[in-house]
Each structure stands twice: as structure tokens, then as C-alpha cells.
């Protein structure tokens, strides 16, 4: 079992900077990869960015490709979304999830999810 907690989640202005953190317990020691996703009022849970195991691989949605940036400290368990340029389209609840499995992860099948945290942009 993996537990994951968001953590950064603000109201913000466009054009503003804000960083998530996703800080992984339990089963840390196995090579997941993990995953931003995020949901907006009224709309399905869509995919942001994910990254591999080891960070190798680092793959975005391309509506924040050059704006957002998916990291991770494997030494400290922690997962991270950098985003620039905020726009107001960018408002939602972000979620962070972990899969053994890279390919099934970006479609949302993640075996481990948090329970998110939110992001405002309005000015």
C-alpha cells in the first residue's frame, strides 16, 4: 500500500507561480511511477503530467506543457508540480496518484491516489 498526500493547493493570480508536493508513504520503497491529475467543477478528472521511476521519462497534457513541471525527490518520498503562467482555465482540485505501471497510470487507472488539493486562479 502507498498513502498519498497533496500539499500547496492556493488561490492564486494569472500569470502567478505555485508548487505542489505529494508526499509518499508506506510501499516507497517499490518503482512507481506518479502522476498529477486534476478536476474542475462539472468536468472528468484529466491528466497533467506524469513521470517515471527514476525520472527519466516525463510526459505532460498539452495544455500546460511549458508552464507546468513534474518532479520527484525519491530520496525524500516526494512528488512535485512546479506551474508557472497560471491561467484561470487552471483552477481545480489537483490529484497525485502512483502506479507500478507508467502507460495505464497517464489513463487514470492508478492503483494509488491522494485526496487532492486545491488550486485557484482568479484575479
Known amino acids: 500500500q502507498v498513502q498519498l498526500v497533496e500539499s500547496g493547493g492556493g488561490l492564486v493570480q494569472p500569470g502567478d507561480s505555485l508548487r505542489l508536493s505529494c508526499a509518499a508513504s508506506?510501499?516507497?520503497?517499490?518503482?512507481?511511477?506518479m502522476g498529477w491529475f486534476r478536476q474542475a467543477p462539472g468536468k472528468e478528472r484529466e491528466f497533467v503530467a506524469v513521470t517515471s521511476w527514476n525520472g527519466d521519462t516525463t510526459i505532460y497534457a498539452d495544455s500546460v506543457k511549458g508552464r507546468f513541471n513534474i518532479s520527484r525527490d525519491n530520496a525524500k518520498n516526494i512528488l512535485y508540480l512546479k506551474m508557472s503562467s497560471l491561467k484561470p482555465e487552471d483552477t481545480a482540485l489537483y490529484y497525485c496518484?502512483?502506479?507500478?505501471?507508467?502507460?495505464?497510470?497517464?489513463?487514470?487507472?492508478?492503483?494509488?491516489w491522494g485526496q487532492g488539493t486545491q488550486v485557484t486562479v482568479s484575479s
Open positions: 508506506g510501499r516507497t520503497d517499490a518503482s512507481f511511477a
Open positions: 496518484a502512483a502506479d507500478s505501471r507508467l502507460v495505464p497510470l497517464m489513463g487514470g487507472l492508478g492503483d494509488y
